[in-house]
């Protein structure tokens, strides 16, 4: 009896100690955010974030994360130690420069945020691991008039004027 006890009291502090490190406390991130800067011939502007993610307790970086951009659930990858990588696209109408949040979680509260997809209810109310902020500027969709335009209305304004002179010389 005395070795199931003990046996019982080893696998439940071999519990604890494996739940404490899936959890990452106390999370230090920082970002470098990068975007399509010319949208004149893309149909949909890419967004790219990297991070690299320290957490205060020893191992807990190495744990799969999730993103939730936009109300969209987005892949985070790992791209190396303790970096990581999110990337999502959107149309050039729907992106608007200003600031985006992305929002990180562990699996706990991944599964909580599906949970409350199916359910219907608002994603918002879970916590995250944590929230980025990055800021986009926007993206360059060309000139306010094209140049084929341009060029037509300057060809018919000289048309005009040659033909407005022609007939003040002939009168």
Request: aromatic residues 10%; hydrophobic residues 45%.
């Amino acid at each position: 009896m005395f070795k199931f006890v003990l046996a019982s009291i080893v696998l439940c502090g071999l519990a604890v100690t494996s739940s404490e490190a899936s959890a990452c406390l106390n999370p230090d991130v920082k970002t470098n955010f990068y975007s399509t800067s010319d949208a004149t011939i893309v149909s949909q502007i890419g967004f790219v974030t990297e991070f690299t993610l320290k957490c205060s307790n020893a191992g807990a970086e190495k744990l799969p994360l999730f993103a939730e951009v936009l109300g969209k659930l987005a892949p985070v990858v790992r791209i190396g130690d303790n970096k990581y990588q999110v990337s999502w696209n959107e149309e050039i109408k729907k992106a608007s420069s200003g600031k985006y949040e992305i929002r990180l979680f562990d699996e706990e509260s991944f599964a909580a945020v599906r949970k409350a997809q199916r359910a219907g209810e608002d994603t918002s109310s879970v916590k995250p691991l944590t929230t980025l902020a990055v800021h986009f500027s926007g993206a360059y969709k060309g000139p306010w008039i094209n140049s084929e335009i341009l060029a037509t209305g300057l060809v018919g304004f000289v048309a005009y004027v040659a033909f407005m002179t022609r007939s003040k010389l002939v009168a």
